[in-house]
């Protein structure tokens, strides 16, 4: 069966370290997307690709990159972990198209010490 | 800034009864509206999507879109305790691969 999966599912890390978190999807959609989820502030997004090659910015980008060098991949690396990335992270996609639904992968859980 | 408001709840409702959960938002140009079921410690899970002012039926679940009140609602029949969970509004914007722009979403506890 076609799925998103995202690992680690748990990460302990240092400040100052460099973390990437990984997101693979066999629908093979074009649209992936990585969000945070806080207490207090809902999901809210950090990257999205609508293609390979293609990257853009979202609502908390800083200290945050992508690249997407194939269809089923985007990792998201946060260059140097800060106590304040301390979060929830979920990956998702969604097929291209004006009105796509985006499915949710299970999760990653980091915390930044 | 693109804003989604929820009541955070909790919301509490008898077994049986219909659970009703509210969301406006502020960008008059949104297009597609979903609503979103996340049990504690998972992921957000797709119940509906909603494009055009009206109802939208799926089982027990009815959503709501009135686009010139910039109100989209979640109406859940027959409540059962295993609907309990956090119910997030999401609302996208015009074409293109934006992302979605989220409520906090409201704790729902359906009561036995």
């Known amino acids: 069966d076609a799925e998103i999966t995202q690992s680690p599912r748990h990460k302990i890390t240092e400040t100052g370290r460099q973390v990437t978190l990984a997101c693979h999807q066999t629908?093979?959609?074009?649209?992936m997307f990585w969000y945070r989820q806080d207490l207090g502030h809902g999901l809210r997004l950090i990257h999205y690709?609508?293609?390979?090659?293609?990257?853009n910015k979202g609502e908390v980008s800083d200290g945050y990159s992508v690249s997407r060098s194939n269809t089923e991949d985007l990792p998201l690396t946060l260059e140097s972990a800060a106590s304040s990335q301390t979060s929830v992270y979920f990956c998702a996609s969604s097929l291209a198209g004006a009105q796509e639904t985006q499915y949710f992968g299970p999760g990653t859980r980091l915390l930044v010490l | 800034q693109k804003e989604v408001e929820q009541n955070s709840g909790p919301l509490s409702v008898p077994e049986g009864a219909i659970a009703s959960l509210n969301c406006t938002y502020s960008d008059r140009g949104s297009q597609s509206f979903f609503w979103y079921r996340q049990y504690s410690g998972k992921s957000p899970e797709l119940i509906m999507f909603i494009y055009s002012n009206g109802d939208k039926e799926d089982g027990r679940f009815t959503a709501q879109l009135n686009k010139a009140s910039q109100y989209v609602s979640l109406l859940i029949r027959d409540s059962q305790p295993s609907d309990s969970a956090t119910y997030l509004c999401?609302?996208?914007?015009?074409?293109?691969?934006?992302?979605?722009?989220f409520g906090k979403g409201t704790h729902l506890i359906i009561q036995p």
């Open positions: 999401a609302v996208k914007s015009g074409g293109g691969a934006d992302g979605l722009t």
């Open positions: 629908w093979n959609h074009n649209n």
């Open positions: 690709s609508y293609g390979v090659q293609d990257t």
